[in-house]
């Protein structure tokens, strides 16, 4: 088991698979991100170790991410190595659904067991402003696909941008009302590369609940949480609202989790800068032991609290380079 000094119990491990992205999100990286050369990322049979030196302390919980995971080549090959790993009971991906409608089978029958799509509008000229030139139909397509391949139960994020989108969260709570999905809503995060953005047109979860509320009436509080979201329902409907206040109420007290940069860095805190670097050890030709004394050295470490409030944002990377 590997805890922290806090007495958390880490077990959640959130490996980014490429910085790439065949979408640009303006909160997420600037219109001209250049992207890591394919050598100075994790290659396969280093994400394979690094997967079971993780599971070998306790980890059991893995989500895929980027950039764009499915961008990532042999990415189904990818899922199916992780999933047989030993000590590995939840794999899952958060994608932006693009690429799903075709890869959604076989990465189900790979063992991916589900999916959470960035979605954060309904409208497709919207859509397209907040991903540059995102299409909103294909990612509409993969989660049905998905749907239909048993990525089960979808999940789909939203992040809300004042003056691009705040008006679209009735429209996406709707889609709860007659489908088993849960739609959650992000609290847009301040990183290096759109910093502009995410500082001055953040909407808060409270408020993003009450154009919520002011449609559909009171949400029913579930009082559970999953992962970091808060859930709710609208009266009588099939699915599920989540919210992820990161910013306006963080949920350090809950986390469980690290997270493995696309270029091998450990980061424990999405909202704090300080990463160890595994990618070099290995390549130096660190014996296991080395290697997950470094990971039980990050989660002893792992920080409590952003510093947000204080003005501190971490600037070292963009978000895609960390992995959300
Ligand atoms: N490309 C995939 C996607 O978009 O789902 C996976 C990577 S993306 C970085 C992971 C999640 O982070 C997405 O749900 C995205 O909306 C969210 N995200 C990106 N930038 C963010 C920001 N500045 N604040 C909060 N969430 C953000
Ligand atoms: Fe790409 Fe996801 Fe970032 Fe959008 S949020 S640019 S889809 S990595």
Known sequence: MAIDRFGRNIHYLRISLTDHCNLRCIYCMPEDQTFRPNADLLQDDEILRLVRLFASLGFDKIRLTGGEPTVRANVVELVRAIAHTPGIRSLSMTTNGVLLSKLARPLKEAGLQRVNVSIDTLDPEKFRRLTRWGKLEQVWEGILAAEAAGLTPIKLNGVVVRGY?????????????????????????????????????????????????????????????????????????????????????????????????????????????????????????????????????GVWNKPWGHGLEEGIIPLNRVMNQIGG
């Not at 705040?166 to 990183?191: C, G, K, N, S, Y």
């Not at 953005?197 to 509320?213: D, G, H, L, S, Y």
């Not at 999405?270 to 030709?285: A, F, T, V």
């Open 165 to 297: 989108n705040e008006e679209d969260v009735v429209d996406l709570a709707a889609l709860t009302l007659d489908r088993p999905w849960q739609m959650r809503f992000i609290e847009m995060m301040p990183f290096a590369g759109a910093t502009e953005i995410q500082t001055r047109q953040v909407v808060t979860a409270a408020e993003i609940q009450q154009k919520i509320e002011s449609e559909f009436g009171p949400l029913e509080a579930s009082g559970e949480y999953d992962g970091e979201a808060r859930i709710y329902r609208i009266r009588g409907a099939k699915g599920q609202i989540g919210f992820i206040s990161s910013v306006t109420v963080p949920f350090c007290a809950a986390c469980t989790r690290a997270r493995l940069t696309a270029d091998g860095v450990l980061r424990m805190c999405l909202l704090r800068e300080k990463e160890l670097d595994l990618l070099s050890p290995m390549r130096n030709g660190a014996s296991d032991e080395e290697l997950r004394q470094i990971i039980l050295d």
